[in-house]
């Protein structure tokens, strides 16, 4: 059976970037590592250089991964909400494209998980 809505609704969305205290929620995730199932969310600030992301925070979330220590970065490929991207590691995250809710995904060739099970 159907649902059918009855609204229209109209609420006051609470995952607004006013309310993240000037960071901005970006979903990444590593392609064809299932270890990682679904994109990680992180509150960053906008003005946080992509490089540093890559440096400081990625260790932290993907380091324990058998993989992320044999990254050629820069073989690696990258899209924000669907476009292709080639980051500038020194520019901002919203100099590079990449607002409030965006997703980055990256792939990187010839990882393909653990003994290739994309896991």
Known sequence: MPDVA???????SKDR?????GNQVVYW???RHLMFYA??????PPS???GAVVDTIFPQIY??????KK????AVTWTVDGAPLTPDPEASLIENGIG????????????DGIAGTCS
């Not at 970037?17 to 205290?21: D, G, I, Q, T």
């Not at 990254?71 to 820069?74: F, G, K, Q, Y």
């Not at 409030?100 to 990882?111: A, I, N, Q």
């Open 100 to 111: 409030h809710k965006s997703l980055v995904r990256f792939w990187t060739p010839g990882l």
């Open 39 to 44: 994109a990680v969310a992180m509150p960053l």
């Open 17 to 21: 970037v006013e309310n993240f205290h």
């Open 29 to 31: 995730h590593w392609e």
């Open 6 to 12: 009855i609204g229209p609704y109209t609420f006051e």
């Open 63 to 68: 380091g324990y991964h058998p993989d992320f």
């Open 71 to 74: 990254i050629d970065w820069a």
């Open 48 to 50: 946080m250089p992509f």
